[in-house]
């Protein structure tokens, strides 16, 4: 999408250096910083330290971590290396595993001196295709916010709540979440978006600075507004993203997910979870006994990172010295809490049945 | 409680110097700073400003508000304009109200030149009372929280969980949520604490630091992770304070309290509110209807107050420049979310019957 008039995917190759360029994230939404991914261990720390963040995203630049390694080394040994050293730096992410599996076993077969080659390409493709998975999750999505605004007063709002980041940045391009939010934007639909700021990494600041980048009308509120908001009828619809998706529908994202759920059951707010189809597990039922929670570095929750009044930088520690944190990163909503999965292949049911109807195949493979 | 092996209260009398002197706490957790409470502005400014915060406090800082209006001004005039100039710094604060007109009520019916004297007793009689009120409230949390203890393992600590500071700097000592906490600790009953983050002022770090010092077992988490430890089986019992209670048993705490709320029905785990009776308003049933939320400064949520690398006290903006924040400081958890009230009395369940049986002249003076 758009950042002041120029359009950027969140990560693009560089054909004069022959390098991947990402966006470094975690200087945003202060500053916007370029970065080269050059080496594996750039790759593994732009993973591990979430310069990329957003599940699609991990799953493309891992590709291209691939590349660089097939580029060094395209032997059998060097191609499990890099899947073993990529697959460990976000356990929860399951797109990472995907990306990873479709490059090996595309890889494999081949002559080695054919990989190095083919593998650059197999990051380009997988690009492409997370940037047209969202465009249509975005007009799946569109669908449904029509339907709510055709209730409403003409020219009312329909106001969406989301929670974490499930951004352009969180993809190449569009973004899962809110791919429905910049549709009905584009389309002259009028919206407005609760941005919950979601604590310990306030994803909700990168979700302000696209919204406000392309002139979506939004509110920065903490992850403790929404039930309030909700019981007082000031939300319409929740959208949010995914990391994981269990093939019963049970949905494993961003920390407090869970909690949001609850209030829109308890207030009859429709919840949708919006994903490309690779960020379903196929081989997970109950998401809550069976995924492991990544469980982050406790300084997270202690201390926030942000602008300080010189424009510089800066961190402050909010508790008391030495006070033990605790932050385990995701949480699972259970199916029965959510509303419909938006797909790029249409909106379903969160059941077993619903995600066996738009993708067959998986399901076939999975038995 | 405690603070290095010395004991304080959140405020008293200094006797020297004939004025109020309060713990200033939007420096805690990172610095003890003592003010001296000497204008009817300095009260306006340590209630609004939430140097003295939580309701117990806010209504005996109040109490020695109106005892400085006598003081200067013992006329009926000066004591109604006492009264509203008080009462407008915090809207939600019932406590506050509640401290108003028992002060007027004694005071009105008196001679003017015996004013100054009778508020200042008053003063010290409500501050007194408050400590006396959350003693009691800890020894019947404490019976709770041995029930717990005895259905597990011999000396495995009962985890509570904990929203918001409702800790002994929010009262004159003790706390109300964390009275229960204290006395177990002290009774040799192995506890450990979830501290919620509470955002945006990060309470948390507060109950933290008071936790720490008593020597109390304690995790800082986000607001989001409480849902997830639930179904996980981390918390055995939740306990919470209350800024208003209404007559049936709703409950207005701090924002995010209600998701709390919801995830311990949907877990089977205990949800229980801390509060002493006067934080119970007679006058109102349906909270979430007729309950006015204090809406804050935006600024609460996109700017964080903390620590800096140097050791000073600094503030990071975490979202971009002019991203406009929305910032309801309280919700109401309709009564069929809680499982009991830990009152001074005992321990009773969110129902009119509930309250009015422990509490049967003030629903005789409310009908």
Redesign the interface.
């Known amino acids: 999408m758009k950042i002041d008039g120029k359009h950027f995917r969140s990560l693009w190759w560089n054909y004069d250096d022959a390098v991947l360029e990402i966006i470094d994230q975690r200087w945003l939404?202060?500053d916007l910083r370029i970065q080269q991914v050059k080496t594996m261990q750039d790759f593994a720390d732009a993973i591990y330290e979430m310069r990329v963040r957003g599940a699609p995203l991990i799953g493309a630049t891992a590709a291209y971590g691939v590349a660089l390694a097939m580029a060094n080394d395209p032997s059998d040994g060097n191609l499990d290396d890099a899947w073993t050293f990529l697959e460990k730096t976000r356990p929860t992410a399951i797109n990472l595993r995907w990306a990873l599996d479709r490059c090996r076993n595309i890889l494999k077969p081949m002559d080695e001196h054919d990989r190095a080659a083919a593998a650059l390409q197999l990051a380009h493709d997988i690009s492409d295709e997370d940037v047209e998975i969202n465009r249509k999750i975005g007009e799946n999505g569109l669908a449904l916010i029509r339907d709510i605004a055709a209730r409403k007063p003409e020219g009312e709002p329909v106001r969406l709540l989301t929670h974490c980041n499930a951004g352009w940045i969180a993809t190449v391009d569009w973004g899962t979440a809110t791919s429905p939010m910049y549709h009905a934007h584009d389309a002259g639909l009028p919206i407005h978006v609760?941005v919950d700021?979601?604590?310990?990494r306030?994803q909700?600041?990168l979700t302000?600075?696209e919204l406000?980048s392309h002139g979506i009308p939004?509110?920065?509120?903490?992850?403790?507004?929404?039930?309030?908001?909700m019981?007082?009828g000031q939300v319409d619809m929740v959208i949010t993203g995914t990391d994981r998706t269990t093939r019963r529908g049970d949905v494993c994202n961003?920390?407090?997910t869970?909690?949001?759920a609850?209030?829109a059951r308890?207030n009859g707010v429709p919840f949708y979870v919006a994903l490309p189809s690779p960020t379903i597990d196929w081989t997970v039922d109950d998401g809550?006994a069976e995924i492991p929670?990544e469980e982050r570095d406790?300084r997270e929750?202690?201390?926030?990172?942000?602008?300080?009044?010189d424009g510089s930088i800066?961190?402050?520690?909010?508790?008391?010295d030495?006070?033990?944190?605790?932050?385990?990163a995701?949480?699972?909503t259970p199916n029965h809490l959510v509303t419909g999965l938006i797909t790029e292949r249409g909106v379903c049911a969160a059941t077993p049945e619903g995600l066996g109807g738009l993708f067959p195949e998986f399901v076939q493979a999975a038995e």
Chains 1, 2 share one sequence.
């Open positions: 939404p202060h609760w700021e979601t604590r310990p306030n909700g600041a302000s600075w406000g939004h509110t920065y509120i903490t992850d403790n507004a929404g039930g309030h908001l019981q007082h961003k920390i407090g869970y909690l949001k609850l209030a308890d809550v929670i406790a929750t202690t201390h926030i990172m942000g602008k300080l009044e800066g961190t402050v520690q909010v508790t008391p030495g006070t033990p944190g605790g932050n385990p995701f949480d699972v």
